[in-house]
């Protein structure tokens, strides 16, 4: 794909949506950090079901350790996975209260240094949080690269090398928010929805749908 239809594409997905942000629901650093962890292999909607249940009373670091992972376990039961999300949510707010003061680090190598935390969350909490223009590949995004071709890779570290290299700096702040956003309602998986592409004229993908 060539500069000029990703420059298009982008500002083309800007003018739909300029000010795009994250489905999860958050009220601080601290909540974003704990929502991206428990939507691993979730869905964002799951994931805003169980924190409107403890996020009121135990939005914070320290009231949330003092939860336990038990009590936890019983909030976020309905999410996949939520043992080991547990387990790592309350050893996270330990290492927070320990060594950050009870913040949400703003670096790449403190945050995943936290357990559960990985790069692609490391990257959205750095993104929606603070403002840097990283770029988290989920399998949203790691779809709508490579089926448009405008950064394909054969992982989601090449596909997010891919997007650093070719985005332009002034789409990069929100760029991850417009192709999951894509991801979820437009170019969904199995069938997606070509006609109704804003995009599709200038998406390389040979096998678009028609109806």
Not at 17 to 44: C, G, H, R, W
Not at 133 to 157: E, L, M, Q
């Amino acid at each position: 794909m060539n500069p000029h239809k990703r420059r298009e594409i982008f500002t083309r997905l800007r003018a739909a949506n300029p000010t795009p942000t994250t489905e999860l629901e958050y009220k601080s650093d601290f909540q974003l950090l704990i929502a991206v962890m428990l939507s691993a292999q979730s869905t964002d909607k799951a994931v805003n079901i169980a924190t409107r249940k403890f996020f009121p009373r135990y939005g914070t670091p320290k009231a949330l350790y003092a939860l336990g992972e038990e009590k936890l376990m019983e909030y976020i039961k309905t999410i996949g996975l939520y043992k080991t999300k547990a387990k790592n949510v309350i050893a996270t707010c330990g290492i927070l209260l320990d060594q950050h003061a009870g913040k949400v680090p703003q670096t790449r190598e403190a945050l995943e240094a936290l357990p559960g935390v990985g790069r692609k969350t490391a990257n959205v909490v750095l993104n929606t949080a603070f403002g840097q223009p990283t770029i988290a590949v989920d399998t949203h995004i790691f779809r709508v690269a490579n089926r448009t071709k405008i950064a394909p890779g054969k992982d989601v570290v090449a596909v997010e090398k891919g997007l650093e290299k070719f985005v332009a700096e002034e789409f990069k702040l929100d760029v991850h928010h417009w192709l999951i956003l894509h991801g979820r309602y437009v170019c969904v998986a199995r069938t997606p929805k070509c006609p109704q592409c804003g995009i599709s004229d200038l998406c390389e993908y040979t096998r678009k749908t028609k109806g």
